[in-house]
């Protein structure tokens, strides 16, 4: 596949990670008294709330738009890695245990992200010469 299938295919899956954050931040802000709850119920502060929201929709745009593609991958890998813990960790439970390998494969695709960088349709791929793109994914 040539460079611009390459970034046409990295766009799409730029696409569809951000809108997963974008999703849930949505459903956040919407129900966020039932969210602030949730949190307490698992030992978690409800003034982290705030600042979960923040994280998944500001990732969100970030991703979507491939700016600051490389950092934004880590935090919401690590976001991803901590919910899973903190949220999904009752391995007795099937349903907790498909959440959890559920954050855990969205770590992984945000890692293969990092990995590859966000492609030549991002702004971080914008006015970069060719051989800097491509140096960038080796």
């Known amino acids: 596949m040539d460079e611009t299938g ?6 799409v899956a730029r696409f569809l990670l951000g809108s997963l954050f974008l999703w849930s931040g949505i459903g956040q802000v919407q129900g966020y008294d039932e969210t602030a709850i949730f949190l307490a119920r698992h030992g978690v502060i409800g003034s982290l709330l705030p600042v979960a929201i923040f994280v998944e929709l500001a990732g969100a745009v970030l991703i979507i738009t491939g ?9 919401l890998a690590g976001f991803c890695v901590m919910t899973a813990l903190l949220f999904h960790a009752n391995f007795a439970d099937r349903t907790q ?7 855990v494969a969205i770590a992984g695709g945000l890692l293969a992200l990092y990995v590859t960088g966000p492609g030549r349709l991002s702004f971080d791929g914008m006015g970069q ?10």
């Open 67 to 75: 700016y600051r593609t490389k950092w934004t991958c880590l935090t």
């Open 6 to 11: 390459e970034s046409s295919v990295l766009l």
């Open 97 to 103: 245990m498909f959440h959890f390998l559920k954050n």
């Open 129 to 138: 010469p060719e051989d800097q793109r491509t140096a960038s994914r080796s």
